[in-house]
């Protein structure tokens, strides 16, 4: 078939028996103020039939799961008939405006607000505008299947660049999408930025940097970002194809940015406080992990997410698998990539195993419910106070966690011949490869079976697969860490043995003594005594307390099982006295067995090759 031909029977397949190309919705973003921080945005629905226009303002945002009411920001909205004429609109939800009787078209007019630069909102300033679609746009219901285009205008006197995963349009300010979702998970970068390629196998890589630092800092930086993208390639085995035609960094390191990163399914936004020459292999982790995104849960993506919806918040038990994963193949990634030694990268691991192993949480939930507790915990606030330092787990951690069980479980019962690399290829190769037949969306998106579906292909033991799934997804157990890490000569022990602790109680001074500050957690002597949130910790052993200082001094005086005789204060003003059980502080490191006075030895070796070595 020749290159000609094929391109007509692409163009026929696109078009589809109408001839008639539908008119995309049309938006354009002012800046008239940006040291304000609001944009004006005329948007224009075109070819509408009868009907009310029902016009809505997002309430979530791709990837991050709390709801988010934009709407909030939103003032001085028209809407205005194709004649100038100005319609009539009722406000039928705090997220909404509809226009019962119009014309053809409508063009509304509005002005946001926007002022946190991070992965889910909008950021507007003298220096940029960094715009994330759900905190900036009103789109109409119904017409989710209409292309988009995006029009940028620079304010007076300055000229910003536009850098996105949207594709280009018929000037450099002018951008489109195929459709509302892939505009809504399109976020742009317009300002002074820097943009340098990379090829990987075959495949355009664009790194943005809105930043402060040189172009030397940034060269060398990007070198840095391409050996992440070959080791995270060579776990997969290949690229997906962007459809845009590359894939696109976007990073804002500014003083006055949030830590962030959002992954996108053709690129991510990575913000930070922190600047390339200071916080180097800080930011590189961001990379790491939001790059695997492009993998999982952009493409590898559970059916709960699939597809997003922006008006309420999106529930999925597979964040553990999503997220989790995703943290573990971070620290990995760098490892390979050169950037990680074998007891930082252990140190990262214990961090995981550490907040499993020990929470209460993990008591009273499993994974896949503390993966559903994500519209609570992941950029939601509450007001009220919450018991979740006894009831969650974060699901990176505990998803990671189970990752690095997982891992080793499989290279141990194969003697490295299977690994969780492979079953990342297969997850792949059946839910991500096959399924972008509609830009934006994800056609065969995975269930909770299929996930342990493509355990017993990978294993070759669908009771394994089984079991594993029983203990440590739906189930509450954990894994055996100290057991597993040994065969890479990884040794999991108590980082402070024979210390006498109460928990890891948090305190702030006020008036005569320490004043408790978070719920003490459920396993530990502190709450054992009945000490609580609020109480005024006055005395201990006898010893008048000023500070946390004086408390260690106190315990310092103790082993584990000594009992000590605490004076308080509580809420009501009451002074109460209570005994504490001191335990052995519980906390836990991961560490090189050399570092440990013992040997490595060569199977040990070998097993840290093929795991955290380079892969070509
Ligand atoms: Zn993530």
Excluded: C
């Amino acid at each position: 078939m020749s290159r000609v031909f094929v391109a007509v029977a692409v163009v026929a397949l696109l078009v589809g028996p109408s001839t008639h190309a539908v008119a995309p919705v049309a938006y354009r973003f002012r800046f008239p103020e940006p040291q304000h921080h609001w944009m004006q945005v005329d948007a224009t629905f075109p070819e509408l039939g009868s009907g009310p226009l029902e016009l809505r303002v997002s309430r979530s945002s791709p990837g991050r799961y709390a709801l988010h009411d934009f709407a909030k920001n939103i003032w001085d909205v028209h809407a205005i008939a194709a004649d100038g004429s100005e319609l009539s609109v009722a406000r039928p939800d705090p997220s909404g405006w509809t226009v019962p009787n119009h014309g053809d078209a409508v063009t509304v007019h509005y002005k946001v607000f926007g002022d946190r630069v991070d992965g889910t909102y909008l950021a507007i300033d003298s220096t940029h505008a960094h715009i994330n679609m759900p905190a900036a746009i009103v789109w109409a219901r119904g017409l989710d299947d209409r292309p988009s285009t995006l029009t940028l205008v620079s304010p007076k006197g300055v000229q910003w660049q536009p850098v996105s995963q949207l594709h280009r349009g018929s000037s450099p300010f002018e951008l489109t999408a195929p459709n509302l979702q892939y505009l809504m998970d399109s976020p742009v970068e317009f300002g002074p930025v820097s943009v340098r390629d990379f090829m990987v196998d075959g495949r355009k890589f664009r790194f943005s940097a809105h930043h402060t630092g040189t172009a030397s800092d940034l060269e060398g930086f990007v070198k840095d970002v391409e050996k992440i993208v070959r080791q995270e390639g060579a776990i997969f085995g290949e690229y997906p194809a962007y459809e845009p035609g590359d894939y696109t960094f976007v990073a804002d390191y500014l003083p006055y940015a949030f830590s962030d990163g959002m992954e996108h399914r053709n690129s991510t936004v990575m913000t930070s406080p922190g600047a390339i020459r200071t916080h180097r292999l800080e930011l590189l982790d961001t990379v790491a992990h939001e790059f695997f995104h492009a993998w999982n849960v952009e493409r590898i993506r559970p059916r709960s997410l699939e597809p997003f919806d922006f008006e309420r918040p999106n529930m999925s038990a597979e964040l553990w698998l999503a997220e989790g994963f995703t943290q573990y193949y971070g620290p990995v990634a760098l490892s390979r990539a050169g950037f990680l030694d074998l007891a930082s990268f252990a140190a990262e691991m214990d961090e995981l195993v550490a907040a499993t192993v020990l929470a209460p949480g993990r008591d009273v939930r499993s994974a896949e419910e503390m993966s559903r507790m994500a519209p609570f915990t992941d950029g939601g606030t509450a007001n009220d106070r919450t018991n979740w330092p006894n009831t969650v787990i974060s699901y990176y951690r505990y998803g990671g966690a189970i990752a690095l069980a997982l891992d080793l479980i499989l290279r141990g019962r194969t003697e490295g011949r299977v690994s969780l690399d492979d079953y990342m290829r297969a997850m792949w190769r059946t839910h991500g490869k096959p399924g972008a037949t509609r830009e934006g969306y994800v056609d065969r998106p995975y269930t909770i079976a299929d996930a342990e579906a493509r355990l017993a292909e990978v294993s070759g033991d669908p009771s394994f697969a089984r079991d594993f799934f029983a203990r440590y997804v739906h189930g509450r157990e954990v894994a055996e860490y100290a057991k597993l890490l040994l065969p890479a000569g990884l040794v999991l022990r108590r980082e402070r043995p024979g210390r006498a602790w109460w928990g890891d109680v948090s305190l702030d001074h006020r008036g005569g003594g320490l004043r408790i500050t978070s719920p003490p957690l459920a396993n530990t002597p502190a709450y054992a005594s009945g000490l609580d949130l609020d109480d005024e910790v006055r005395q201990i052993d006898g010893t008048r307390i000023d500070s946390a200082e004086d408390i260690q001094a106190v315990f310092r005086r103790h082993r584990p099982g000594d009992r000590v005789r605490v004076v308080y204060v509580d809420r009501t003003g009451r002074a109460l006295t209570t005994s504490v059980t001191l335990a052995e502080d519980p906390e836990l490191e991961i560490v090189p067995v050399e570092t440990t006075g013992g040997t490595v030895n060569e199977s040990q070796k070998q097993f840290r090759r093929h795991w955290l070595g380079a892969a070509k």
